[in-house]
């Protein structure tokens, strides 16, 4: 702990760097955000970094060109978002050839919260937990979140009100 | 009862990314630069062989009474299936990329000649070291190209039936260790010096003797070569045993590393590799002549212990570059596996043979593949 007499003032005048960051910087910057709503969004840590990865991948092989994405992180979202959805459409055709009922895997088995948190949780589908972090959590206004994930911003009010629902405790689960 | 962003903390807080993020990503996109370079190159190839056949059909004279299509689109295998040549295979999605075709078309087949070494990774990761013909004279000689297929040299030229096989690079990719025999006797390990052009013979074991020196590989900083060698009865099919052995890289006394002597069941310990930090030695042993067991030990020899019992003759192993993991291969399955250093998991990762480590997290395997393995009592997989 530093004396008050002590502390250096910072330069404020010094100027902010200047440009667009690098895109280690931007990762950085970002990875850890987009990892977090991606497990909540999954609730698999395995699935969370690999969807982080590839988007992050299309998104560096996409740098020569980062002025035509609007938002980098908007599209990195988009990019982790669809993966996930394309996923989870090829497990369910997966499972559906070779099982006729497949039991669902609690996704957040292996976190340890209060019994109540995980209830809500569980009540709350991937669809709407989508929309809760996009809107609640970053801040995205329904416009926007609409195109990220690829649907109407009024599905994504409804899909966020659900989920909210459910995280209250109340009914939930079934998508707009 | 916690709002919505209480219950997103409360959640994500508790699985932080894992550490190293930045570098598992820079990793991956390396990856996928140097697949789609390949790839690039492989559509390159497919296009200019379409052309010569289409210049060669539209030469006056060419036979053209065949009713068949003069190029024959090759069909893309379904994803999840082996190529149908050595490929590439990125272990974090399980993606297979084949080699450049000028690459697989100079190495030897292991159906015919019975090639029993795979491809040996450059220190850099932008060549390949490994056993080709000599301009389609049965004479296994050295070849070096770059990963992309560029630049096929060969660099040994072995003027004898035997051959050179087994290449092995050195830490600062100068050098390449391999087994020759360029005299009458069994063969021996040699040195190239690649700028150079010079070779030195490290081991002197004649005919006579029966012994046969097998698997070269330097130790991490260079100066050690570490083989081992088989001894055998007549010149096929039997050994009589197997032990671990160095040798100073400039010539000199060799050392035996491990310490398992012949019982005539083939009893013993081969192919020895030490890890990349220097500090443990992984060889094939056996016990009761079951010859399917990987073995770990300190650079010594000492405290060795089983790493992993296999379901059958465990095959040419080799250390991922971080040194947590070792790919091998068992003789009759073809079965690729990755084991975990740390806790003896094992992982079939792939079919094939000889794997190779490009990096971390991609193999090289050979699609065939015999050996005459050092512990089992007869060859498997070769012809003859």
Same mark, same amino acid.
């Given at each position: 702990?530093?004396?008050?007499?002590?502390?250096?003032?910072?330069?404020?005048?010094?100027?902010?760097?200047?440009?667009?960051?690098?895109?280690?910087?931007?990762?950085?910057?970002?990875?850890?955000?987009?990892?977090?709503?991606?497990?909540?969004?999954?609730?698999?840590?395995?699935?969370?970094?690999?969807?982080?990865?590839?988007?992050?991948?299309?998104?560096?092989?996409?740098?020569?060109?980062?002025?035509?994405?609007?938002?980098?992180?908007?599209?990195?979202?988009?990019?982790?978002?669809?993966?996930?959805?394309?996923?989870?459409?090829?497990?369910?055709?997966?499972?559906?050839?070779?099982?006729?009922? $497949?039991?669902?895997? &609690?996704?957040?088995?292996?976190?340890?919260?209060?019994?109540?948190?995980?209830?809500?949780?569980?009540? !709350?589908?991937?669809?709407?937990?989508?929309?809760?972090?996009?809107?609640?959590?970053?801040?995205?206004?329904?416009?926007?979140?609409?195109?990220?994930?690829?649907?109407?911003? +009024?599905?994504?009010? !409804?899909?966020?009100?659900?989920?909210?629902?459910?995280?209250?405790?109340?009914?939930?689960?079934?998508?707009? | 009862?916690?709002?919505?962003?209480? !219950?997103?903390?409360?959640?994500?807080?508790?699985?932080?990314?894992?550490?190293?993020?930045?570098?598992?990503?820079?990793?991956?996109?390396?990856?996928?630069?140097? #697949?789609?370079?390949?790839?690039?190159?492989?559509?390159?190839?497919?296009?200019?062989?379409?052309?010569?056949?289409?210049?060669?059909? #539209?030469?006056?004279?060419?036979?053209?009474?065949?009713?068949?299509?003069?190029?024959?689109?090759?069909?893309?295998?379904?994803?999840? +299936?082996?190529?149908?040549? &050595?490929?590439?295979?990125?272990?974090?999605?399980?993606?297979?990329?084949?080699?450049?075709?000028?690459?697989?078309?100079?190495?030897?087949?292991?159906?015919?000649?019975?090639?029993?070494?795979?491809?040996?990774?450059?220190?850099?990761?932008?060549?390949?070291?490994?056993?080709?013909?000599?301009?389609?004279?049965?004479?296994?000689?050295?070849?070096?190209?770059?990963?992309? *297929?560029?630049?096929?040299?060969?660099? +040994?030229?072995?003027?004898?039936?035997?051959?050179?096989?087994?290449?092995?690079?050195?830490?600062?990719?100068?050098?390449?260790?391999?087994?020759?025999?360029?005299?009458?006797?069994?063969?021996?390990?040699?040195?190239?010096?690649?700028?150079?052009?010079?070779?030195?013979?490290?081991?002197?074991?004649?005919?006579?003797?029966?012994?046969?020196?097998?698997?070269?590989?330097? @130790?991490?900083?260079? @100066?050690?070569?570490?083989?081992?060698?088989?001894?055998?009865?007549?010149s096929c099919c039997a050994p009589l045993g197997s032990h671990v052995r160095i040798v100073p890289v400039t010539g000199g006394k060799s050392a035996r590393l491990v310490d398992s002597e012949s019982d005539g069941e083939g009893l013993g310990a081969a192919d020895g590799k030490l890890s990349p930090d220097g500090s443990l030695l992984s060889y094939l042993c056996d016990?009761?002549?079951?010859?399917?067991?990987?073995?770990?030990?300190?650079?010594?020899?000492?405290?060795?212990?089983?790493?992993?019992?296999?379901?059958?003759?465990?095959?040419?192993?080799?250390?991922?570059?971080?040194? +947590?993991?070792?790919?091998?291969?068992?003789?009759?399955?073809?079965?690729?596996?990755?084991?975990?250093?740390?806790? *003896?998991?094992?992982?079939? $990762?792939?079919? *094939?043979?000889?794997?190779?480590?490009?990096?971390?997290?991609?193999?090289?395997?050979?699609?065939? *593949?015999?050996?005459?393995?050092?512990?089992?009592?007869?060859?498997?997989?070769?012809?003859?």
């Open positions: 702990v530093q004396a008050e007499d002590n502390v250096v003032e910072l330069d404020r005048d010094r100027e902010a760097p200047v440009g667009p960051p690098s895109f280690e910087e931007l990762f950085l910057d970002v990875h850890d955000r987009l990892y977090r709503a991606l497990y909540f969004v999954t609730g698999s840590s395995a699935d969370a970094e690999e969807l982080m990865q590839d988007a992050f991948l299309k998104l560096w092989e996409r740098w020569d060109r980062l002025d035509s994405i609007e938002d980098p992180v908007a599209y990195l979202f988009r990019v982790a978002l669809n993966g996930f959805r394309m996923r989870a459409r090829r497990a369910r055709t997966a499972a559906g050839k070779v099982l006729p009922v $497949v039991g669902s895997r &609690d996704p957040f088995e292996d976190v340890n919260v209060r019994e109540d948190v995980r209830r809500m949780l569980r009540a !709350v589908t991937p669809r709407q937990r989508t929309a809760i972090v996009l809107t609640d959590i970053f801040g995205y206004s329904s416009d926007q979140a609409a195109r990220i994930m690829g649907i109407r911003p +009024t599905t994504v009010r !409804v899909l966020a009100s659900q989920g909210r629902t459910a995280l209250r405790g109340s009914e939930g689960g079934v998508d707009a | 009862m916690p709002d919505v962003r209480e !219950v997103y903390e409360t959640v994500t807080k508790q699985k932080p990314p894992e550490p190293g993020a930045l570098e598992r990503q820079q990793r991956r996109q390396v990856r996928s630069a140097r #697949n789609k370079r390949l790839g690039a190159f492989a559509i390159a190839a497919v296009i200019g062989a379409a052309a010569i056949a289409l210049v060669l059909i #539209n030469t006056p004279g060419a036979d053209r009474t065949t009713t068949e299509p003069a190029i024959r689109p090759s069909p893309t295998p379904p994803a999840g +299936t082996v190529p149908e040549t &050595d490929y590439l295979i990125d272990l974090d999605t399980g993606e297979k990329t084949p080699l450049p075709t000028t690459i697989v078309g100079t190495r030897t087949s292991g159906s015919g000649d019975e090639v029993r070494s795979g491809y040996a990774v450059s220190p850099d990761g932008s060549r390949l070291a490994y056993v080709g013909s000599d301009h389609g004279v049965s004479v296994q000689q050295i070849f070096v190209a770059n990963l992309d *297929g560029t630049g096929v040299e060969q660099v +040994t030229t072995v003027p004898r039936a035997l051959g050179a096989e087994a290449p092995a690079w050195s830490p600062d990719g100068s050098r390449i260790a391999y087994v020759s025999s360029p005299g009458l006797d069994l063969g021996n390990i040699f040195v190239l010096d690649l700028a150079a052009g010079g070779y030195r013979q490290l081991t002197f074991h004649t005919g006579s003797t029966g012994a046969t020196p097998r698997s070269p590989s330097f @130790s991490p900083d260079g @100066s050690s070569i570490v083989y081992s060698v088989s001894t055998w009865v007549g016990e009761e002549g079951d010859g399917q067991l990987l073995c770990l030990a300190k650079s010594d020899g000492s405290h060795a212990r089983v790493l992993v019992r296999g379901n059958d003759y465990l095959v040419s192993h080799s250390w991922s570059p971080d040194g +947590t993991r070792i790919a091998y291969w068992e003789l009759h399955s073809h079965d690729v596996i990755v084991v975990d250093v740390a806790t *003896g998991d094992v992982t079939h $990762v792939a079919e *094939g043979a000889y794997p190779a480590w490009l990096d971390d997290d991609t193999l090289i395997v050979r699609i065939d *593949g015999c050996y005459d393995h050092a512990l089992a009592a007869r060859s498997a997989g070769c012809s003859g």
